[in-house]
């Protein structure tokens, strides 16, 4: 690595887009220091699309890093630290992406990491306990500065070899915003973000529709969590179809739709673009697929309103063809949408069950 690599930044810092993470950012550049953001995203959090935005408003320097495969390898295996009150790992998402940027520390020729984590404000993840725990397993202990709450814990060891002036580090705590918004006025932010969150896996209606993927498939992939958040999600055991709800869904469905999915579209009638998502080694049966294009071709009123069978197309691995059905949802398997109740007790038998192994 040349001299001009290893001098690049002093330090990479993981931004969320929320305002703690922008203001950890500026309290270190307040210093002097060259700092490279680093903006995670998964089919879970991210937006990857603002960062040109961020950049300009903000002053940032600032790279995507795709973690979606590592993400959900973790998500596969369960997370080791669990999950909060719905489906988010947020103990072991923050180590995930904790040792993702010591990674990359040689390639942007930085010393230290920075973060925007604050004692005491998010119960799970920013206790003081889970703090000493993020720093500890993502193996960062000596190199991981908290800007905003450095005054609050343990000098690091690029504060004491003067990497960065600890004196001049801040000693917010709590769930409290007061000195997060002085900060914002004090460095003139022309807009004040949320203050973090946007990850679909905090929300129930979204876990709804991850655990099923994550339960019921044998080897889920970025791309089925991806898929997962479009349109109306529908299940028969294992059987897992996708149905646009508008123009947008079903635009998002055909570019989603890898090549051995089942591709469903009613001929002649305004209707949904649906896809059954296929395992390689357990191909729905005939009947099943027949099943399912009845049930896509009932959510086209125009369809049910002729009284009369109707052609649905039906794609798959390059080939086409039509099936010609009854639009109904009946019968053939009880196709359901997940409810967050149900799934919530799924979470935790499978939770126990993990324990108890």
């Known amino acids: 690595m040349s001299d001009d690599i290893q001098q690049q930044y002093d330090a990479l810092a993981l931004l969320s887009g929320g305002l703690d993470s ?29 960062v040109n935005r961020w950049e300009s408003m903000y002053g940032l320097d600032i790279a995507v890093v795709d973690v979606s495969d590592d993400f959900v390898s973790m998500m596969r295996g369960r997370p080791a630290h669990g999950y909060g009150k719905v489906l988010n790992p947020c103990v072991d998402c923050k180590i995930l992406m904790m040792r993702r940027t010591r990674a990359l520390l040689q390639e942007y020729g930085a010393r230290f990491i920075i973060s925007g984590e604050v004692v005491g404000q998010r119960p799970m993840s920013q206790r003081r306990d889970t703090l000493n725990v993020i720093r500890r397993d993502a193996e960062v202990r000596d190199i991981l500065v908290r800007p905003l709450c450095a005054l609050r814990l343990d000098p690091t060891e ?48 979204n876990a709804r529709r991850y655990w099923p993927v994550l339960s019921r498939l044998p080897d889920p992939q970025a791309r089925d ?27 998002g469905l055909r570019k ?34 027949a099943h399912a294009a009845s049930f896509v071709a009932s959510f086209s009123p125009r369809a049910v309103r002729s009284g009369e069978l109707v052609q649905v197309e039906l794609s798959c ?41």
């Open 158 to 205: 690029a504060e004491e070899r003067g990497w960065i002036d600890r004196s001049r580090l801040l000693s917010i705590s709590g769930r409290g915003r007061k000195e997060q918004m002085a900060l914002a006025e004090h460095y003139r932010l022309p807009e004040i973000p949320t203050p973090a969150g946007g990850c679909k896996l905090a929300e129930k209606e």
């Open 317 to 357: 691995a390059g080939s086409s063809g039509q099936l010609t059905v009854m639009p109904s949802r009946q019968p053939g398997p009880e196709w359901a949408e997940n409810q967050w109740l149900a799934v919530r007790e799924e979470i935790k038998a499978d939770a126990r069950k993990l324990y108890d192994e």
């Open 225 to 251: 969590f991806k898929l997962a958040n479009v349109g109306r999600q529908y299940w028969a055991a294992n059987r897992w179809l996708t149905v646009g709800r508008n123009k947008a869904d079903n635009e």
């Open 256 to 289: 989603l739709a890898r090549k051995g999915d089942l591709v469903f579209k009613v001929c002649g009638f305004p209707g949904p673009v649906a896809v059954g998502r296929q395992i390689d080694d357990d191909p729905w049966t005939p009947e099943e697929v």
């Open 22 to 50: 922008i203001l950890a950012v500026k309290v270190v550049q307040e210093q002097g220091l060259r700092v490279k953001c680093l903006h995670f995203v998964t089919p879970f959090f991210g937006k990857p699309r603002e």
